[in-house]
């Protein structure tokens, strides 16, 4: 397949603008099918905004973009859910959208809380929650995928198997995948090419060239770029759905 028909959505030189104030400008970036760019960069860096140019949220933006499917799926970073209410999981995503049962769990099943399914909400961990959003948004097998900051609130070991589990998505459904992070270091072995904001573009390119970039160091400090030396092995396990270290 080459680089033109497996383009997903381009930003060209893409920047919005609130109350005379740029969020974000200058982004230029490239998702395509089977490859996953992460946006990282500090608070209000305008790595959500970016992503919201990118759905198309935001329509007088400065610059371009280019989208080439409407098969989208999306995890906010923040969603309102009334916990009192004995919502169970097959429930929750049917909330919006009528969705088979085979391809509810087809998804629960890839994500891996397929156990979960007539669990109630408020009795799930963090962990598992952003899983159940994953399925949500990959129930009808999106071409694109959004994920906005999708491991918050789980701990170090649940962050590297839910970022496992990204990449297992990515290659399973071919899928484009859009991710952004508070930090390079848990998503440098799961992602293709990164993106690092502060209002701007700082620098972008593979997760090794990030880390050694000045103005990633600048942002993140110099024992941001020293831990990802970590991460140059190769692994010789792998995570479960429980973030617990399997041998391969």
Not at 14 to 21: L, V
Not at 207 to 227: C, H, R, W
Not at 230 to 235: F, L, M, Q, S, T
């Amino acid at each position: 397949m080459s680089s033109e028909n497996s383009t997903l959505v381009k930003l060209n030189n893409a920047g919005f603008k609130q109350n005379d104030k740029w969020l974000v400008e200058g982004v230029s970036l490239t998702v395509e099918k089977g490859k996953i760019v992460t946006l990282i960069g500090p608070n209000g860096s305008g790595k959500s905004t970016t992503a919201k140019i990118a759905l198309g949220i935001y329509k007088n933006i400065e610059g371009s973009v280019e989208k080439y499917t409407n098969k989208v799926g999306y995890v906010p970073q923040k969603i309102s859910i009334d916990w009192t209410l004995p919502l169970r999981v097959h429930d929750f995503m049917l909330l919006t959208e009528n969705i088979k049962d085979e391809a509810i769990d087809e998804a629960l099943n890839l994500t891996g809380v397929i156990h979960l399914k007539n669990k109630n909400l408020g009795n799930l961990s963090g962990g598992e929650f952003q899983r159940v959003l994953i399925a949500r948004a990959i129930s009808k097998k999106p071409e694109l995928l959004v994920l906005d900051e999708p491991v918050q609130g789980v701990d170090y070991t649940g962050e590297i198997a839910l970022y496992e589990l990204i990449k297992r998505i990515s290659d399973t459904l071919n899928c484009g995948i859009l991710l952004i992070s508070h930090d390079l270091h848990t998503v440098m072995t799961a992602t293709d090419h990164v993106v690092c904001l502060n209002g701007h573009v700082c620098c972008s390119g593979t997760p090794m060239d990030v880390a050694k970039n000045n103005e990633y160091k600048t942002l993140f400090g110099e024992q941001a770029s020293q831990i990802l030396s970590v991460y140059e092995h190769k692994h010789d396990h792998v995570h479960s759905d429980k973030g617990e270290i399997k041998k391969n």
